[in-house]
């Protein structure tokens, strides 16, 4: 079984900087990419970051310039590090993993539970 723990939400003014943390488990072959995702109160889920497993990154124009990604593909994490923050940042960030085979189950994504950023203004 895969299990896919963020960690490092909080509340934080506008400004400030937040870090997050997401940490892949369980009898898996291999992680392959890794991304965070956010959905705003009220609005769909979008991706925020990737990675590949060779530390290629994307971001989502909204956060260009001002959050990071990067991962420990020894340890089977991703963080993302994200300064600058906005009131429009506030959402419940989602880590998700592109992960596999396990088990007998096929190469798939993965997603972990969320952590809600709060940013004030």
């Known amino acids: 079984q895969v299990q896919v723990v963020e960690s490092g939400g909080g509340l934080v003014q506008a400004g400030g900087s937040l870090s997050l943390s997401c940490a892949v488990s369980?009898?898996?072959?291999?992680?392959?990419?890794l991304a965070w995702s956010r959905q705003p109160p009220g609005k769909q889920r979008e991706l925020v970051a990737s990675?590949?497993?060779?530390?290629?990154?994307n971001y989502a124009d909204t956060v260009k310039g001002r959050f990071s990604i990067s991962r420990d593909n020894a340890k089977n994490m991703v963080y993302l590090q994200m300064n600058s923050l906005k009131p429009e940042d506030t959402a419940v960030y989602y880590c998700?993993?592109?992960?596999?085979?396990?088990?007998?189950?096929?190469?798939?994504?993965?997603w972990g539970q969320g952590t809600q950023v709060t940013v004030s203004s």
């Open positions: 998700s993993a592109d992960a596999g085979p396990t088990l007998g189950v096929p190469r798939r994504d993965y």
């Open positions: 990675i590949t497993r060779g530390s290629t990154t």
């Open positions: 369980g009898s898996i072959s291999r992680v392959y990419t």
